[in-house]
């Protein structure tokens, strides 16, 4: 139906020091580029939307992104989302004021669950995505990781989405961390489970190495899909995933 | 000639981007709550993001309120935006963390939460234009960027300001509600113009050339 929202699809540049990197499974990290250029290009290519993680390991260099996103603001009129160091409602605060309109929260968020209330109180839960990095637990069920998938948190993944909702989190941006930078599909169990909980949109990440990927994803229950590499290095085009979308029933834009 | 636009300085959220885009398509523009620039000014944008209550407080404590009142009482065109949009109402079913705080009340009725299985409502979502929209103009076919889990439901006649008779848009979230009116010189949109690409530049040229 063309009065449905449309499913995003959404480019994710990795910045480090004011760089896009991206690697295979957070490592081995890859310059694919200047961000701001990278964003335009995204823009006019039709992109729903744009996603910064900022990966930035020192907070020295944390101001870098700020004006990143500030130069971005200027020039790209589509959604904004920033992420990655994110711990507290002043951080949420400068992010804004440099011209997000949402912002990710991942580590912080597990540190201090309470802070999720405290950013939807003071900016409305729709400036607030929860991202969580999930891997499969020996025992078969999913737990969330910090450390870029190298630790567990101890915290059980489906729960803890539920949970991120019920706290104030406007969207979950759910990362497999099994499938990130294999290029093999998107966790489609993982998405099928947290769909099941949540009633805010899902994005979906990790995994995408095809159009026909993207597709399965929403048909597993995503209301937006992530991917960078595949973007970045041009093995799938936004308007290829969008075709997929389009021609499997789904509305896009 | 230069369009003069306020945009209404109280504290909200992202306004970066507004002011960008306005300036994108020609307007001058002023991040401003000050009351002679504002009433001065060819058209008042007024922004809002996050909770409806802690928007009208914000409003209330630079005046916007009653600027708002005073320009339309003198025919002056003022558009409202999402959260800057749903204030044009008497109230909200929001919650609020200080405690309720009616709207401007142009229009009556109280925005309710949308009913979908999916909310917040987040993306690209096309709109249901009347014949004679100015702000469409061009456009109607478009999606334009919602995010928001509040809304009017409808805006039928018994709620219209004296005299008017509003063109309302629709979109449809699980059910339908109002996603733009255009109110003689009263309009407002729940999605995000500034957010919205080339579609939505294209609508705020259009709003720019009818101030």
């Known amino acids: ?253 | 000639m230069t369009t003069r636009v306020v945009v209404l300085d109280y504290g909200s959220g992202n306004v970066h981007s507004v002011v960008r885009m306005l300036e994108r398509i020609g307007a001058e523009v002023e991040l401003t709550a000050d009351r002679d620039a504002v009433l001065a000014a060819d058209g008042l944008y007024v922004p809002g993001v996050g909770n409806f209550h802690a928007c009208m407080t914000g409003l209330r404590a630079v005046g916007g309120d009653e600027l708002v009142r005073t320009r339309l009482a003198g025919g002056r065109p003022v558009l409202g935006v999402c959260v800057g949009h749903q204030v044009l109402f008497e109230g909200s079913a929001e919650p609020s963390v200080g405690g309720a705080v009616p709207g401007i009340g142009c229009w009556t009725g109280s925005v309710v939460r949308l009913e979908a299985s999916v909310v917040p409502h987040v993306g690209w979502t096309t709109v249901r234009v009347p014949i004679g929209s100015v702000l469409f103009a061009g456009v109607e076919r478009e999606r334009f960027y919602f995010v928001h889990s509040y809304a009017a439901r409808d805006l039928p006649a018994a709620r219209w300001r004296d005299g008017a008779a509003p063109l309302v848009s629709t979109a449809e979230h699980g059910r339908e509600f109002v996603a733009a009116v255009e109110d003689g010189a009263l309009r407002g949109t729940q999605f995000h113009p500034e957010k919205s690409g080339d579609a939505g530049a294209t609508l705020l040229e259009n709003w720019r050339k009818s101030l």
């Not at chain 1, 101890?154 to 019920?166: Q, R």
């Open chain 1, 1 to 253: 139906m063309a009065v449905s929202v449309a499913v995003r699809v959404i480019p994710c540049l990795d910045v480090d020091a004011g760089r896009v990197v991206k690697g295979v499974n957070f490592e081995n990290l890859r310059d694919a580029g200047d961000p701001v250029e990278l964003a335009r290009r995204y823009g006019g290519q039709s992109a729903d939307e744009i996603t910064f993680l900022d990966i930035t390991a020192s907070s020295a260099e944390r101001d870098t992104m700020y004006d990143v996103v500030s130069r971005t603001a200027e020039e790209v009129f589509i959604p904004l989302t920033v992420g990655g160091g994110v711990r507290s409602v002043d951080d949420v605060d400068r992010l804004l004021r440099a011209g997000a309109d949402k912002v990710g929260i991942n580590t912080g968020a597990i540190a201090r669950p309470d802070v999720i209330a405290e950013i939807a109180d003071r900016f409305g839960s729709q400036v607030l995505v929860l991202s969580a990095d999930v891997r499969r637990a020996t025992d078969g069920h999913f737990e969330v990781t910090t450390h870029g998938g190298k630790r567990s948190a101890g915290i059980e993944a489906i729960e803890w989405c539920a949970h991120a909702a019920h706290l104030g989190a406007g969207e979950i941006l759910l990362n497999s961390m099994d499938a990130d930078g294999t290029k093999s599909g998107f966790d489609l169990e993982l998405i099928r489970a947290v769909r099941r909980e949540i009633g805010i949109p899902l994005i979906a990440s990790g995994g995408a190495g095809t159009a026909q990927h993207f597709v399965d994803a929403v048909d597993a229950g995503a209301n937006a899909v992530l991917a960078a590499s595949v973007f970045h290095f041009g093995q799938v085009t936004i308007a290829e995933v969008k075709a997929a979308l389009r021609a499997a029933g789904h509305p896009v834009r």
